[in-house]
């Protein structure tokens, strides 16, 4: 029966990152709540803002495989690297400033974005996924001010025909992520 689950996950995940490398939506479970993906790339993250219902140039979060994953598109001092080292990866989003090559990723108007390193140990199946696709959009599942939707039926009923596909995954205690904003050289805590 383990093995077998086994083949189920890995099936799932080679899904994600086939649907993600064509540049669908995709549903995933983090260590906080579930997010809607797409593959990093200017203007794609107004996909998932017009899903949401909110405005379209509002900048989404991007999760990246690890911490030093990171480094070539951010323009971070000592400082920031420091906060980083100590907080990923795990269920923080921390906002720091872009480099050109992040920039030129994600697009010109992203002269800061919120990262997000997931755990090893409370996100394999998204951690598998970035390995494989490299920097994603991401944000919360759920319509503009509306609370998260973080279960998967739940997500195919309000999202049809919006989100490709969704990862199916018992989340242990949904809770959104905590907020740090670095961009100043100093912790300022947007959510907690």
């Not at 689950?5 to 490398?21: D, F, H, P, T």
């Not at 050109?100 to 800061?112: A, V």
């Not at 919120?114 to 991401?138: M, N």
């Amino acid at each position: 029966m383990k093995a077998l689950r086994k083949i189920k996950s890995n099936l799932q995940v080679k899904k994600a990152i086939r649907l993600l490398n064509e540049g669908k939506v995709v549903a995933l479970p983090t260590e906080t709540v579930y997010g809607m993906f797409i593959k990093a790339a200017p203007q794609k993250d107004t996909i998932l803002n017009k899903i949401k219902q909110r405005e379209i140039d509002k900048s989404v979060a991007v999760f990246f495989p690890s911490r030093r994953s990171t480094y070539e598109y951010l323009d971070l001092s000592e400082y920031q690297k420091s906060i980083m080292h100590a907080e990923f990866p795990g269920n923080k989003t921390i906002i720091v400033p872009t480099n050109e090559k992040g920039r030129k990723l994600l697009g010109q108007n992203y002269k800061t974005v919120g990262i997000r390193v997931p755990s090893p140990y409370d996100s394999k199946y998204l951690l598998k996924v970035l390995e494989a696709t490299g920097p994603l959009f991401a944000t919360s599942i759920n319509i503009h001010g509306q609370p998260e939707i973080n279960k998967a039926k739940e997500i195919k009923k309000t999202f049809t025909g919006q989100i490709d596909w969704v990862l199916k995954h018992k989340l242990k205690n949904p809770k959104a992520s905590t907020v740090l904003d670095l961009t100043d050289d100093y912790i300022k805590v947007l959510r907690k």
